[in-house]
């Protein structure tokens, strides 16, 4: 849920901090007063487009920024993780403009896409009353909606995991059937390759020492002069070798050692020196001793490279490829060759495949119809008591050629404002107010199903009054019961259902104007909504009717 938003420099709002609790809100204020602004703010968070007229004027840029409590909300956080955004159940939504029309989105800290924003935000967040916020103007939402109120999630994943093996088999009997278009020819090539490869039986590694080795040979005169040259050098040399020098002069310093003892360091280090000249020797000696020169071994190991790299070559792959070609084109001898029982064995769980995923496809329609029906009863006569006497509510199911993972069923709410008009689409509906009820009145009846945690209802009263805007009232309070709900609203009968008050108001002294938005505690509500019934004159009759209506609600609660 929302847990705060903070706002600096947007419209006519200067700064703005403010905490939000769980069940319903209501914001009021005379009209011009910027109630709109929050939802221009929150729409910014949600991923809408920036316009650098939203800075404050005399300001360089606007910054918006919210807290949401997600700790509740596993496909969030999936997707959080998922997109390496991850929050310790909390998750920080922040938008910046410039005046010079920039713009950036950060999601926990990090600068994203504003397609990212969006898709969080359509998670998070739902306003009605605002073609392009609601969720329930888009046809996968319509469909979640209604699978989820008929509890199908055993079903819709029985379907997908059918679905998916269906089409893993189906692209697999595809290539095969292609493959065997030009089997004979392909098996025959097949053969010859597998062959030249099994004869060839290279070992991993084996290229890279057959490498090493063929340097090795091609230099070993060479070698076998410089090793000779050091031994003679370092050891062998009865006369000036190295070691018989370093020797005379580890002679030369123990004979002063009985002098001076300091001198001791120095002559362990010679003595260390010719120890290391001694084993470096015997290495070399070893070296030499084991060279090996042999002209047919090179030979062999020249011709053994060149069958490698010309393999290689045909197949325009690195040697060290060679391995993993072979078994790859083994497996694709093995299928081919038994082509004929694989073919059929495919064609086979395709077709129990097929039989299997239609068979829940039609009980999953099923389940939808009966359970559309239900709905439909039920929506239609929720909006009745919403001001729409006369409409009615249809989920109209209509069979596509296209399975999906999601059945073959095509999903559309259709709604009818006044008896004797037909069926329009719910997105087409074009009264504000009467969508924002008829979503009220969908979000009723489907509260317990609903996965977006946070609904905003905008103009939800617009063109109603009376007893039908208090029916308003205790709906949207009902809601609150199992959501975060927020009202904007202009009637007392709906602002007294809410169990939390915010006030928002405009002020102005002479140079700048701001707007600002406060909580209500109980007597500024009974203020606020005697403003609301009486105008410019409050009465005490007023203020006794706005005490009424406020403790009604707490009864009815």
Not at 46 to 66: H, N, P, Q, T, W
Not at 217 to 243: F, G, P, R, V, W
Not at 480 to 497: K, W
């Amino acid at each position: 849920m929302l847990n705060h938003i903070r706002i600096r420099n947007f419209a006519i709002i200067d700064h703005l901090d403010l905490d939000f609790k769980d069940r319903l809100t209501t914001l009021t204020g005379e009209t011009g007063a910027g109630k709109s602004i929050l939802l221009g703010a929150l729409g910014l968070l949600l991923g809408d487009r920036a316009d650098s007229d939203s800075v404050r004027a005399g300001s360089s840029k606007a910054e918006i920024s919210a807290e949401f409590d997600i700790t509740q909300l596993p496909d969030v956080d999936t997707w959080l993780t998922n997109k390496e955004l991850d929050a310790d159940g909390d998750c920080l939504l922040r938008r910046r403009l410039s005046s010079d029309g920039r713009s950036r989105a950060f999601i926990n800290g990090t600068p994203v896409p504003l397609q990212d924003m969006r898709q969080l935000g359509e998670m998070l967040v739902d306003i009605h009353g605002q073609h392009e916020h609601q969720s329930l103007m888009k046809p996968n939402m319509q469909r979640q909606l209604l699978d989820d109120y008929a509890q199908h999630a055993k079903l819709l994943n029985d379907i997908r995991k059918v679905f998916n093996e269906w089409n893993t088999k189906k692209d697999k009997l595809i290539e095969l059937q292609e493959a065997c278009k030009d089997k004979n020819d392909r098996v025959d090539l097949l053969r010859y390759q597998v062959s030249e490869l099994v004869d060839l039986s290279l070992n991993k590694g084996e290229t890279e020492a057959l490498q090493s080795e063929h340097q090795t040979l091609a230099n070993a005169d060479k070698l076998n002069d410089n090793t000779s040259t050091a031994l003679e050098n370092l050891y062998d040399s009865e006369d000036s070798s190295i070691y018989l020098q370093l020797s005379k002069q580890a002679n030369l310093i123990e004979s002063m050692l009985s002098t001076d003892d300091s001198l001791s360091p120095a002559f362990e280090m010679l003595s260390e020196a010719m120890v290391q000249i001694e084993e470096t020797a015997s290495l070399l000696r070893d070296y030499k001793d084991n060279l090996n020169s042999d002209p047919q071994y090179f030979s062999e190991i020249e011709t053994r490279l060149g069958i490698i790299h010309d393999l290689s070559r045909k197949h325009h792959i690195e040697p060290d490829q060679l391995i993993e070609l072979s078994d790859s084109l083994t497996k694709e001898l093995n299928e081919l060759e038994n082509a004929d029982e694989n073919l059929s064995q495919l064609e086979s769980d395709v077709i129990k495949l097929d039989k299997k995923y239609k068979n829940l496809a039609i009980k999953l329609t099923n389940s939808r119809t009966k359970t559309a029906k239900t709905l439909n009863k039920q929506i239609s006569e929720s909006m009745q008591t919403l001001g729409m006497s006369g409409g009615k509510f249809k989920i109209q199911l209509s069979e596509t050629n296209n399975a999906s993972i999601n059945g073959s069923d095509q999903i559309e709410y259709m709604v009818s404002t006044n008896a004797g008009q037909p069926f329009k689409a719910l997105a087409k509906t074009a009264s504000g107010g009467e969508l924002a009820r008829i979503s009220l009145a969908i979000q009723m009846i489907t509260a317990q199903q609903g996965r977006i945690p946070t609904l905003i209802f905008d103009e939800v009263d617009s063109g109603v009054g009376g007893g039908i805007a208090e029916i308003v009232g205790k709906h949207l309070r009902m809601l609150g019961e199992s959501r975060q709900v927020f009202c904007i609203t202009h009637l007392p009968q709906v602002a007294s259902q809410a169990h939390h008050h915010m006030q928002v108001y405009k002020h102005s002294d002479g140079k700048e104007t701001r707007t600002e938005i406060i909580p209500l505690e109980m007597e500024q509500r009974i203020d606020e909504i005697s403003r609301m019934l009486g105008g410019i004159e409050i009465t005490k009759q007023t203020i006794d009717h706005a005490k009424d209506m406020l403790d009604r609600s707490q009864l009815d609660s």
